[in-house]
Nanobody, 123 residues
Framework: QVQLVESGGGLVQAGGSLRLSCAASGRTFDYTAKGWFRQAPGKEREFVAAITWSGGNTYYADSVKGRFTISRDNAKNTVYLQMNSLKPSDTAVYYC????????????????WGQGTQVTVSS
C-alpha cells in the first residue's frame, strides 16, 4: 500500500494562489501515477489533475486548465498542485490519489487516497 498526506490548504481570497503538496510513503514504486480530486459540499468527488511518473504527461479538468499546474518531485515522493486565480467555486476538500497507471488515477473509484485538505476561497 501507499500512504498519502496532503498539506497546504487554507483560506484565500478570490484571485489568490495556493500550493498543495502530497507526500507519499510506502510502496511508492507501485503507485507511480498521481492525481488530485476535489469534493465540494453536496457534490460528487471530481477529477482535477493528473501526472505520469516522468511528469511528461499531465491532464486537467476543463474547469482548472490555465489556472492550476500539477508537478512532482520524485526524489521527495511528493506531488504538487499550484492553484492560481482561485475562484469561490474552487472551494472544496482536495484529495491526492495514486495508482499504478494514469487511467486509474483519473478514476474516482480507483487508487489510494489521502485524507484531504480544505481549500476555501472567499469572494
Amino acid at each position: 500500500q501507499v500512504q498519502l498526506v496532503e498539506s497546504g490548504g487554507g483560506l484565500v481570497q478570490a484571485g489568490g494562489s495556493l500550493r498543495l503538496s502530497c507526500a507519499a510513503s510506502g510502496r511508492t514504486f507501485d503507485y507511480t501515477a498521481k492525481g488530485w480530486f476535489r469534493q465540494a459540499p453536496g457534490k460528487e468527488r471530481e477529477f482535477v489533475a493528473a501526472i505520469t511518473w516522468s511528469g511528461g504527461n499531465t491532464y486537467y479538468a476543463d474547469s482548472v486548465k490555465g489556472r492550476f499546474t500539477i508537478s512532482r518531485d520524485n526524489a521527495k515522493n511528493t506531488v504538487y498542485l499550484q492553484m492560481n486565480s482561485l475562484k469561490p467555486s474552487d472551494t472544496a476538500v482536495y484529495y491526492c490519489n495514486a495508482a499504478p497507471i494514469i487511467t486509474q488515477v483519473m478514476d474516482k473509484n480507483a487508487g489510494s487516497w489521502g485524507q484531504g485538505t480544505q481549500v476555501t476561497v472567499s469572494s
